[in-house]
């Protein structure tokens, strides 16, 4: 039987070892990493001991330095982002100190970046058996992305909705499949909650995020129900420097203004083995009203964060790492703005206040072995209004008052994972526990308020095997869930072939489960003319169960000495007992409720495919394509008498391209194309279902780094997001509107300026 004592013993015996003095006396390493031609020191590089999970990062100098290794044979694998990936053989004496200095060459990012996502463990984007995305800092500031819903544009089979005209909640959709198939993690966990779904793709700001991980599918085996389409992980900075950095960016879009300060401190010791990272920032939206009817179609948004991360490695093998952040966002979208919310005919209002974070204990035990104990948090808590007065000929005061409400949203993660590495084997494993609680009273009838407690508990195995050209991933996780009366078991493989150093074949298979519990959609409650529309659960629900295979082919190398990265990958979904939301008639006034039941089950079937080049040390040139499917295996009533055996809001065929060039010494243009394809939508208001156009978006930007100020790092950027503004001519207008009848862009033409500083 599990006893937390026992893990605490456990616990402090390896403390007592690793403090203990070594009977042999240890070797050191110390290197500088630079940029190949400039010889500018590389800041923030990994070094990785190959076959193991040590690794450091270079400081402001490019320097780094490895402690108390035992003597012998190493090998470094030295590594950043932009930067061409080096491996270096050294011999380890005892009580001596072995000096580097390493140049790298510029190339894609792809080439030089570490992930962790699709293992569990650290590994070269080229070398990992699982197929991974990655979006780097460098991206995300060059494209101006305010957060991380605007973080994850332009990438294939991923795609940011706005699916709220009022409120402008925005769902994430990975190969086709709605956000409660995904999980968002932050440094690894998921401690995004129910609530925090619902508007969490726009809390985290972007310099919250150090770079992003997507796995597509099949990652249920690591990460538990909810994974069914993929993961997004959000990675936090790991502070490596000293530099405190401001950025202001402000957007004009139609009269209206977007203004955004942010500003960041980065600390660390003169020994390296402690630092912190404290970040810090506020933005403000102004509503707007793109067709003129008086109703917002982006909403009136306030948001404010701030948070810290911070380490401390009292010895070479051990480290403490905690993060914790605080965010407050408000916003508020329908008419009426000088009126008190419940005096407007139509206001949908959320204002949320989230504390989160975690604390680890990560030891190397060995070469081999090593552990890490972890506790994660969130508390978000959000008042709301769902409502109005409806019709200015039939106002409902008493409606309007008793559309106030109240969610509370708890959440507790905790766990030990280990990796040991036997041989070939890189054999990981772990439990982890979950708690949730959800109390809510956001609908006026108090018939259906929610008290909720959800519970999981997982255990996880698996072993990575190497075999001569052969990378194979075989895992399972057992989950006991407590609105499940049996476990669920979700095994995995994933398999990777090197055809030779620059091509390589992945495949894999894998299930996953979704529980019968309450989904982000249930927590959004708009409606039409003041009404609130409320998701519940049928009785007899049960768990929807999926398998999910993939077959990649990827090309990463360089063809007459120029960078270049393919690849094509096909994917299939199959999901049974699949949710489906039936329209239940309701004499209830103001209250438009729909049931979640199980259908027979659904398919998606899609291709993707990537190219990007780099034909200088700074131009770079990306698309994407993706072709995809999805479908019902019978038809869905989605509206009385509409029904259809398609995915709405899911476009077959979308894709991307962008550019980025240096026109001349400090000045660089960055170009981006994006294709949003036809999709069928619902239009509950005229009772139909329709087909939409397509739509192409051009944004363009120009950036200057010339320091503004002699000694100080800065930049400045101005560009245009949605140059033609394409954006959805036959949105309904007025009192009486259908919110959720909303398609294509998220932004219409927007005009940024942005100014960034370092000292």
Known sequence: MFNPRSILYILFLNIILVFAKPTLQEGHIKGRVFEQGTRSPIVGANILIKNSETGTVTNSNGSFHFKALAPGNYQLIISMMGYKKKQVNV???????????????????????????????????KDIPVKTQVVSKQSIEQRSALNLSESLEFLPSVSVDNSCQNCNF????????????????????????????????????????????????????????????????????????????????????????????????????SKGNSGAYIYAST?????????????????????????????????????IATHVHRIHSFR????????????????????????????????????????????????????????????????????????????????????????????????????????????????????????????????????????????????????????????????????????????????????????????????????????????????DLEEEKSITGNLNFDYIGYINDMATIFNITAYYTQINNAFTQIDIPDTKPLINLWERQNGEGAQVKGVEAEFGIRPGNKAEIRSSLTYKTTKYDNIQNVEFENATDEFLYTPDLSGNVSFYYPLFKNLNINFASKYIGKMKVLHESAGKIKSTPAFYVFDIGLLSDKNIISEIDSNIKIGIKNITNAYQDDLDKGVDRDPGYLYGPTLPRAYYLDISVSL
């Open 170 to 269: 925005t769902e994430l959709r990975i190969l086709g499949l709605g956000n409660k198939y995904s999980q968002i993690l932050i440094d690894g966990d998921p401690v995004i909650s129910s609530l925090a779904g619902v508007y969490g793709l726009e809390h985290f700001p972007s310099n919250m995020i150090s770079s992003l991980e997507i796995v597509k599918g099949g990652a249920s085996a690591l990460y538990g129900g909810g994974a069914v389409a993929g993961v997004v992980n959000l990675r936090t900075r790991r502070p490596s420097i000293n530099r405190t950095s401001i950025n202001f960016q402000t957007r004009y879009i139609g009269g209206s203004y977007d203004n955004s300060v942010s500003a960041n401190t980065e600390m660390v010791n």
């Open 283 to 319: 933005r403000n939206r102004d509503h707007y009203d793109y067709n003129g009817d008086g109703f917002s179609e982006l909403s009136l948004l306030q948001n404010e964060t701030m948070g810290f991360n911070w380490y401390l490695q009292p010895t070479s093998k051990t480290e």
């Open 91 to 125: 011999t380890v004496n005892q009580g001596e100190t072995t000096n580097l200095n390493i140049p790298l060459k510029p190339t894609l990012v792809e080439m030089g970046a570490i992930v962790v996502t699709g293992t569990h463990s650290k590994q070269h984007y």
């Open 332 to 539: 508020r979208g329908g008419n009426d703005f000088d009126k008190p919310l419940h005096e407007a005919n139509i206001a949908e209002s959320p204002e949320h206040w989230r504390w989160g974070g975690t604390v680890r204990w990560k030891q190397h035990i060995n070469q081999k072995w090593n552990y890490k104990i972890f506790y994660s948090f969130s508390y978000l808590n959000r008042d709301s209004y769902y409502g109005g007065l409806g019709s200015e000929s039939n106002p409902d005061s008493s409606a309007a008052l008793a559309a106030y409400g109240n969610t509370e949203n708890p959440l507790h993660i905790g766990g030990i994972r280990s990796h040991y590495k036997l041989g070939s084997h890189k054999l990981t494993a772990g439990f982890q526990y979950r708690q949730e609680s959800l109390t809510d009273n956001a609908v006026r009838n108090q018939l259906y308020y929610l008290d909720k407690n959800f519970t999981n508990a997982g255990f996880f195995l698996q072993d990575n095997l190497q075999i001569n050209e052969f990378d194979i991933v075989i895992g399972a996780r057992l989950d006991k869930h407590s609105e499940l009366d049996e476990p669920v078991i979700s095994p995995r493989i994933n398999a990777k072939y090197n055809l030779n150093k620059e091509m390589a074949l992945r495949a894999g298979i894998a299930t996953g489960f979704k529980a019968p519990k309450i989904y982000d959609e249930d927590l959004h409650i708009c409606g039409l003319e003041g009404g609130q529309r409320v998701i519940r659960n049928a009785d």
